[in-house]
């Protein structure tokens, strides 16, 4: 029987592009300064999983909503079933917008919201695939799970509550990466360092940074300005701007304060080499200033062990494997005031390290009295062997659509596919597409999303017929 998926795609494209624009206008960012006992992660994120659980419901799909933390989507009633995992929540929308966030733009043939590419649009065009197989009452001999989570983007509570209340599928894919296929993700650590309290002089107050996988756009300070002159202040930052053409910067003076600020450019952590640290820079003009012992401890060593080191090397983390890659280091998250200094360390390594040996490596070569500690969940590198059946399964379907030779790959970001005893990260970025997850103007292009939405109905038929 020959299918015409992408003409089928078509008839419902309209339909799908409406769907993505009403999930799209939901800040699902976790929340939980606001959350209830029945939000746990905050109401945006179980706003999301219910709106989308109820376009499943509107097409006759059964449903299941797993405590607002997650929620599945079922076709087929075998129990021989393939999960397809994605997520609702988002990372915050973060400065630098030229349109609301959460107002959908389209524009040029993209689609732009937060959420567009990571992960509402690839998870609904999975979720569009799935209805076409309905739709056209195909026969098959497995089941399909969608099983959507609520915290992809921090802790992975949605997804781990679910693994205890239900039964995960030990065989699948994850639509939040890039095609050909992602057959292996490194390992994902965060530290957060721990620096004496601090006595205060110059610098007032040093803060940067969202989330632990978001390079952050922009870092800000107070500079004490009893202890420098506005004008000396100015010059120094003036001729420091000159130099790094790549930053933008502004200073403001409120009375015996200078707002300093610096505006880099965000990026992903899994790749923090494509974006500009903030941070980073900011620390680096700090230290040309007139800074006490104290001061220089946090930001010496953020400008000379940290700054454009996107390997580690300062810390002795540098690693690298012949399959997956380079470890990356991207330091994410700053606080620096009276009463604190630290900073989170956002780590992407490959086989070869665990979380030991990497707390071991880092606190051999931090300065004295200054501590690292993993803070949060540490991911284990995920690899399945790009010959393995379902990763030839999945490719074949992309190669069918597009003619691209392109092999599977290795990527520092983490999917819900690492989850899967038997699973990989499946599209739906194209080979060459830029990168757009996490960073200001997200936008999915809608002839790829449609494209990826026949890739996937292809797919999942070659899986479960």
Known sequence: MSIDWEKEVAHRSDELINDLSELVSIDSSRD????????????????????????????????????????RIELGDSDDAIAILSHVDVVPEGPGWETNPFEPVIKDGNFYARGASDDKGPGLAAYYAMKIIKELALPTSKSVQLILGTDEESEWVGINHYMEKETMPETGFSPDAEFPAINGEKGIVSFRVNFPTPTIGLVKKFESGIRPNMVPQNADCQINLANISADDLKAKFNDFLAANKEI???????????????????????????GINAATYL???????????????????????????????????????????????????????????????????????????????????????????????????????????????????????????????????????????????????????????????????????????????????????
């Open 283 to 465: 620390a680096s003009f700090l230290v040309t200033l007139d800074l006490n012992d104290s001061e220089k401890l946090y930001f010496s060593f953020i400008a000379n062990d940290l700054h454009l080191d996107f390997a580690g090397k300062h810390l002795g983390i540098a690693n690298t494997d012949a399959v997956m890659g380079d470890l990356t280091l991207s330091p994410n998250i700053y606080e620096y005031d009276e009463n604190k200094a630290n900073i989170l360390l956002n780590i992407r390594y490959p086989k070869g390290d665990t979380g030991d040996t990497l707390t071991e490596k880092i606190n051999n070569h931090l300065p004295e009295n200054v501590t690292a500690v993993i803070e949060g969940h540490n991911q284990l590198p995920h690899f399945v062997d790009a010959d393995d059946p379902l990763v030839q399964a999945l490719v074949g379907a992309y190669r069918d659509h597009t003619g691209d030779d392109t092999e599977p790959f290795t990527v520092g970001g983490g999917t819900y596919g690492r989850i899967l005893k038997h699973g990989i990260a499946y599209g739906a970025m194209f080979p060459g597409d830029e990168n757009v997850m996490h960073q200001p103007n997200e936008y999915i292009n809608i002839d790829k999303l449609l494209k990826s939405t026949a890739i996937y109905a292809d797919a999942i038929y070659r899986l479960i017929k």
């Open 248 to 274: 933008k910067g502004s200073l403001e003076i409120n009375d015996d304060v200078a707002e300093v600020r610096i505006i880099g450019k965000g990026a992903h952590a899994m790749e923090p080499f494509n």
């Open 32 to 71: 939980t300064e606001h959350k209830t006992s029945d939000f746990p992660l905050g109401p945006g994120p179980a706003k999301a999983l219910q709106t989308f659980l109820h376009f499943a419901d509107r097409d006759g799909f059964k449903t299941k909503n797993v405590d607002n933390l997650a929620g």
